[in-house]
């Protein structure tokens, strides 16, 4: 069930790495360069804007532990059929087997129909069948129902959004040791709009959260500790949040550490690795990236001088809305043919004819 709560997560906000005023020197490097910034983060919001994202259609679930599996004891066969049968896509099986077993009070295979009913897997959705049977689970002392209740409170699903009980129901499943909900929770303290703002209590299940794994919970904590909030200041412990939220593919953590190690900020400095991880970001769609691969390109620093390739992600930047009126200028003086070889390459990595 990975899929529904990749949907149902809430959208971290935070005003992090990504501010336009950030900059890569374009200057032509002296004999002996002062240190520059490859960019300059903007501080986090105080109140960073915190919703769950909208759910999208759902393909066939991969294997990968979810509610139905979450305590399921590996000599159970029953609760082996019923995830089993999920996992392979085979939905009116799984409801079938869950049905009856949650007539048993299984509050896995309650979980299970809650997941069915709420994505159309095997049954018409019906957001109302699925509150019911997440709560029936939740009310038995599921961690995961709970936090998928809560996903469902917090858009209105099922019934009318209310934002206190899935503030109830966050604290409950990361009290059972729920990253998800420590995650999202710590999302509420920090916003302090259904709860009273609370930093240190935010900074708190954001480790329990990055500590369990999470890459995003990882990422927000490495800004915590970049910024002091909630925590005292520490660059090398962002350093470290931010590289293993990289290793673990959050595109955001990639341009933010190689940002660190460009600029040798809790790290030591090596531009060369922070350049690769600005061109594997860029690649991804991640405009900033672009933007600062971009940047280096034109400039030099750390790398050959590429106008071609700058302008070619300068361009591509453009379109995502990162627009650059420093980079407009340093490249404004390319020849017709390196700007049109540029241009068709942008056009080719857009997709446009």
Known sequence: MRGLRSFLVLAVTLALTADASAQVSLAPPAATPPEKPAAEPARPAAKPKAKPATPAPKPAPTPAPGPAADTAQPNDPNVDLVFGAFQRGFYKTAFDLAIKRAANGDPKAMAMLGELYANAFGVPRDDAKAAEWYKRSADAGDREAMFELAMLRLMGRG???????????????????????????????????????????????????????????????????????????????????????????????????????????????????????????????????????????????????????????????????????????????????????????????????
């Not at 129901?169 to 609370?198: F, I, R, V």
């Not at 990882?218 to 949040?241: H, N, S």
């Not at 030099?300 to 420093?326: M, R, S």
Request: hydrophobic share 45%; net charge positive; aromatic share 4%.
């Open 159 to 353: 019934g009318p959004a209310d934002r206190q009980e899935a503030a109830r129901l966050l604290a409950s499943s990361a009290k059972l040791g729920n990253p998800k909900a420590a995650y999202n929770l710590a999302l509420m303290y920090l916003g302090g709009d259904t709860l009273p703002q609370d930093l240190r209590r935010a900074a708190e299940l954001m480790r329990i959260a990055a500590e369990a794994g999470s890459p995003e919970a990882q990422y927000a904590l490495a800004t915590f500790y970049k910024e002091g909030t909630g925590v005292p200041k520490d660059a090398e412990k962002a350093a470290r949040l931010l590289q293993t939220a990289a290793l673990a593919g959050n595109v955001d953590a990639e341009v933010e550490y190689a940002i660190a190690l460009f600029n040798g900020t809790g790290t030591p400095k090596n531009e060369a690795a922070a350049i690769a991880l600005l061109r594997k970001a860029a690649r991804q769609n991640n405009a900033i990236a672009q933007n600062r691969l971009a940047r280096v390109l034109a400039s030099g620093q750390g790398v050959p001088v590429d106008k071609v390739e700058a302008l070619k992600w300068h361009t591509i930047a453009k379109t995502a809305g990162k627009g650059d009126p420093e980079l407009d200028e340093a490249l404004a003086t390319m020849s017709a043919g390196d700007r049109a070889r540029a241009e068709a390459a942008a056009r080719k990595w857009l997709g446009a004819k």
